[in-house]
């Protein structure tokens, strides 16, 4: 059985969302990356969290990579690994983006040497009781690597619920099912909370026939498919290249339209109206 999808009624005191995919190129980093700085803009204290040694949430929210000053996710798992008594405050990683209300845990290419020792000692509670801690914030975004690893697994059982993108592709539907199957085990083995919240179509043409039918079907199937697509755009790569999220950017595009509506249906409506006039002066 795949998990249901259920709306979330109740009120938490912070809002935990991974972004899963075993596939890459789906759009997880766009997908984290524009939802958490629409969450920004509505006046909400929101943060990243890159579990991925590719670094591409932190490119896109810093602009560039971090140095060997900057505390990373990778440093907060090094540490895990070592015999100390007192451990750095996990708010020590936790980096301001030139955004207001947005914040990130930078990622970093050394992430991948230690999955293997950090999977032999056993360590995929420990980032969910780091973020127990944090009270400061009234969501996180959790971007992973295209991998059902350690990290993810490590993500999972962090998270309340599972936003998965999925790009319009026979492969990736294929995918899709075996992809909910690990998200069901996960929750019945480790989380009991965890949800899946639903599919995010990305890179959606609408004037094509293959996208459309695809999609019929997924809903004919019974998936918890959000109806909010986002369209395919070269101005998302433009939004890369800049380090700019779509809001930044171009705040009445087309696709920032739709990350705000797909924001807004994932979230209570109260939070489409507090603080958009303050989201608007940006």
């Given at each position: 059985m795949f998990p249901v999808f259920r709306d979330r009624k109740e009120k938490i005191k912070i809002i935990r969302r991974v972004i899963f995919n075993q596939k890459g190129g789906v759009g997880k980093t766009t997908i984290t990356c524009n939802l958490a700085a629409i969450s920004a803009v509505y006046g909400k204290k929101t943060l990243v969290v890159d579990l991925d040694q590719q670094c591409n949430s932190t490119h896109y929210l810093l602009g560039r990579g971090t140095n060997d000053e900057e505390y990373t996710i990778a440093d907060y798992f090094e540490e895990l690994l070592r015999i100390k008594f007192r451990r750095k405050n996990f708010d020590t990683y936790i980096h301001k983006t030139p955004f207001p209300n947005l914040h990130i845990i930078p990622s970093h290419p050394d992430l991948g040497d230690l999955h293997g020792k950090l999977e032999t000692r056993y360590k995929m509670f420990k980032l969910r009781?780091?973020?127990?801690s944090l009270t400061q914030f009234d969501y996180i975004y959790i971007d992973t690597p295209p991998a059902l690893n350690f990290f993810t697994r490590s993500a999972l059982i962090a998270s309340d619920s599972c936003l998965i993108p999925f790009d319009c592709d026979s492969f990736s539907r294929s995918a899709l099912y075996s992809l909910m199957e690990n998200v069901n085990e996960i929750q019945q083995d480790h989380n009991s909370n965890l949800e899946i919240e639903g599919i995010i179509v990305n890179q959606f043409q609408q004037?094509?026939?293959?996208?459309i039918k695809i999609v019929s079907e997924m809903i004919a199937d019974g998936l918890p498919v959000i109806d909010t697509y986002l369209s395919s755009s070269i101005k998302i790569r433009e939004s890369h290249?800049?380090?700019l999220p779509?809001?930044?950017m171009d705040a009445r595009h087309k696709l920032t339209r739709q990350f705000e509506e797909l924001y807004c249906k994932l979230n209570s409506s109260s939070?489409?109206?507090k603080?958009?006039?303050k989201g608007k002066s940006r």
């Amino acid at each position: 059985m795949f998990p249901v999808f259920r709306d979330r009624k109740e009120k938490i005191k912070i809002i935990r969302r991974v972004i899963f995919n075993q596939k890459g190129g789906v759009g997880k980093t766009t997908i984290t990356c524009n939802l958490a700085a629409i969450s920004a803009v509505y006046g909400k204290k929101t943060l990243v969290v890159d579990l991925d040694q590719q670094c591409n949430s932190t490119h896109y929210l810093l602009g560039r990579g971090t140095n060997d000053e900057e505390y990373t996710i990778a440093d907060y798992f090094e540490e895990l690994l070592r015999i100390k008594f007192r451990r750095k405050n996990f708010d020590t990683y936790i980096h301001k983006t030139p955004f207001p209300n947005l914040h990130i845990i930078p990622s970093h290419p050394d992430l991948g040497d230690l999955h293997g020792k950090l999977e032999t000692r056993y360590k995929m509670f420990k980032l969910r009781d780091s973020l127990d801690s944090l009270t400061q914030f009234d969501y996180i975004y959790i971007d992973t690597p295209p991998a059902l690893n350690f990290f993810t697994r490590s993500a999972l059982i962090a998270s309340d619920s599972c936003l998965i993108p999925f790009d319009c592709d026979s492969f990736s539907r294929s995918a899709l099912y075996s992809l909910m199957e690990n998200v069901n085990e996960i929750q019945q083995d480790h989380n009991s909370n965890l949800e899946i919240e639903g599919i995010i179509v990305n890179q959606f043409q609408q004037r094509a026939k293959f996208p459309i039918k695809i999609v019929s079907e997924m809903i004919a199937d019974g998936l918890p498919v959000i109806d909010t697509y986002l369209s395919s755009s070269i101005k998302i790569r433009e939004s890369h290249d800049k380090a700019l999220p779509m809001t930044y950017m171009d705040a009445r595009h087309k696709l920032t339209r739709q990350f705000e509506e797909l924001y807004c249906k994932l979230n209570s409506s109260s939070d489409k109206n507090k603080n958009r006039s303050k989201g608007k002066s940006r």
